[in-house]
């Protein structure tokens, strides 16, 4: 009985030293950097998402990323690395995640990573090793910016503006301040890639800027911007006024189409004033239009015997009929040298005060304009500047424009 325990127990010991001596598995550990862009190729200034996951099979006691260094790009880190436990192929496998937002700087193939995640592992028994694990490397085509006008480029998904005075402007009290505050959230950018205020200047008003207030938040999904301008403004005239609409263009990186957000245009005036502001306009207007034509009229009263005079009013809608808009004028100059940006950019203005959709109206123009090669259709040629040129002279006219 004794030589048999004997025996299980030297069994036992030669178990546990083979075991012992037996070289453990070596640990799975894989870090991978995965690329997020809105266009197989995207332009110059768009935000690229890049996310690094790291699978570890092994108890890790310190850790760090190397120094993150990308040649070509801007870029931020979106939160904090994100930890958590799970099981594959029935093993416990910790995991992190980080997420980057690029800005590449640059046209042509930029490379990105790779990655180094630096780890220090204990075995179980008390020991410890440090590893370095390295991601995959990749490469991005970036395509460079489209020219625009001014050369104001900023890509977006998407931006909003809430565009709001504190009281009514059309019926101000004798010596009100009226106070605009405009905001523009951009998602997708950083707070530095959003416009300057623009310059609001007129004969007739006294205006105020304060110092703007730019902000950036960061998200998984990327960062969302914001830039509130305020303006304290007020007649310097008793006759009315009105502000002209601002337009800020912007590319939607989503749909791949140029867009706008407007300021809107503003009618100022005192209460006391009754007078509608197309009344004043017609008013100043006739104080040189009437006795010019009584002048003419004086010489050839004669030849006009029997006829019916036309009245001030009537002389005066029948020149109106007859000038075309500035923006007319121009849209028809920028036709004629096969300008399609310069036209583009008028034509969304005019659409915007008449209450049109640029988007709608000119998507045909903006997908040729802006739209990657690779994402047109084969059957989408150039676009006939002259047909859509007429079409829209008819959605003008429609509107009651005054001409196109």
């Not at 960062?223 to 007649?235: D, H, L």
């Not at 049109?356 to 084969?378: G, H, K, V």
Request: aromatic content about 6%; hydrophobic content about 45%.
């Amino acid at each position: 009985m004794v030589g048999r325990l004997t025996v299980t127990l030297l069994w036992l010991v030669f178990i546990a030293v083979a075991a012992a001596s037996k070289p453990a598995a070596a640990a799975d550990l894989t870090l991978t950097a995965t690329i997020e862009a809105d266009a197989p190729e995207p332009y110059v200034g768009e935000m690229v998402l890049v996310t690094l996951k790291g699978d570890y099979d092994a108890f890790i006691t310190l850790e760090r990323f190397e120094g993150i260094q990308l040649a070509n790009f801007t870029w931020l880190q979106l939160g904090r690395d994100t930890w958590s436990k799970g099981r594959k192929n029935g093993r416990e496998y910790t995991s992190v995640e980080r997420r980057l937002a690029l800005y590449p700087e640059k046209a042509g193939t930029l490379a990105i990573g790779p990655f180094r995640h630096h780890l220090t592992i204990d075995d179980g028994k008390g020991r410890r090793s440090e590893t370095v694990v390295v991601s995959n490397a990749a490469s991005l085509t970036v395509r460079p910016k489209p020219a625009t006008i001014a050369d104001w480029w900023l890509p977006a998904r998407n931006i909003t503006i809430d565009d709001r005075f504190d009281m009514d402007t059309a019926r101000l009290a004798d010596g009100a301040t009226a106070t605009r505050t405009v905001t523009i959230t951009a998602t997708g950018q950083t707070a530095g890639a959003l416009p300057p205020p623009p310059k609001v200047v007129a004969p007739w008003l006294i205006a105020f800027i304060a110092p703007e207030v730019r902000s950036t938040q960061i998200t998984r999904d990327g960062p969302v911007a914001t830039v509130r301008w305020q303006w304290r403004m007020r007649p310097s005239k008793a006759e009315p006024g009105r502000l002209p609409a601002y337009d800020i263009p912007w590319f939607d990186t989503k749909s791949r189409q140029m867009r706008n957000v407007v300021m809107k245009s503003r009618r100022f005036a005192y209460a006391t004033i009754t007078a509608p502001e197309g009344e004043v306009a017609r008013t100043g207007l006739a104080a040189w239009l009437v006795p010019l034509g009584l002048g003419l009229a004086l010489p050839v009263a004669a030849g006009l015997a029997g006829r019916r005079p036309l009245r001030p009013r009537e002389i005066l809608a029948r020149l109106r009929a007859r000038l075309p808009e500035r923006d007319a004028l121009s849209m028809r100059a920028a036709l004629l040298r096969g300008d399609a940006r310069a036209y583009r950019t008028i034509a969304a203005r005019r659409l915007s005060r008449r209450g049109l959709s640029p988007e709608s109206e000119l998507a045909a123009l903006d997908a040729a304009l802006f739209r990657p090669a690779a994402d047109t259709p084969e059957d989408c040629g150039p676009v006939d500047l002259k047909s859509l040129h007429r079409r829209l002279r008819r959605r003008f006219a429609e509107a009651g424009a005054a001409g196109a």
